[in-house]
């Protein structure tokens, strides 16, 4: 079965930043793409960033570009975020999600709140 536990969220203010991990099992981690993916109140998912198997290829949402570091830790089957500059429209529920895209297994997710 496909776990994903998402933790490091929490309220910061314009301009902070936050580390986000997403630990996984129940799957060959190394194999899989990864995704961070949220959804801001009132609002459908959206995909944040996204990488490869290896580490070596990423795409981001072009909100988040140059702020957001998308990684990962194979030997500890942990997918990282790191945000930086943190801006009031990044207010959402974060999830990390198998694959790359929203379409598959994701974790309960973890708020992130950006606000004065």
């Known amino acids: 079965e496909v776990q994903l536990v998402e933790s490091g969220g929490g309220l910061v203010q314009p301009g902070g930043s936050l580390r986000l991990s997403c630990a996984a099992s129940g799957f060959t981690f190394e194999i899989y793409s990864m ?3 949220r959804q801001a109140p009132g609002k459908g998912l959206e995909r944040v960033s996204s990488l490869n198997n290896g580490g070596g290829s ?15 830790d194979n030997a500890k089957n ?11 429209e990044d207010t959402a529920v974060y999830y990390c999600a198998q ?6 297994s994701r974790g309960q997710g973890t708020q992130v709140t950006v606000s004065s």
Do not use: A, C, E
Not at 78 to 88: A, D, F, V, W
Not at 99 to 104: D, E, V, Y
């Open 35 to 37: 995704s961070w993916i």
């Open 58 to 72: 990423s795409s981001y949402v072009d909100s988040v570009k140059g702020r957001f570091t998308i990684s990962r």
């Open 78 to 88: 942990t997918l990282y975020l790191q945000m930086n500059s943190l801006k009031p």
């Open 99 to 104: 694959g790359w895209g929203i379409g598959g």
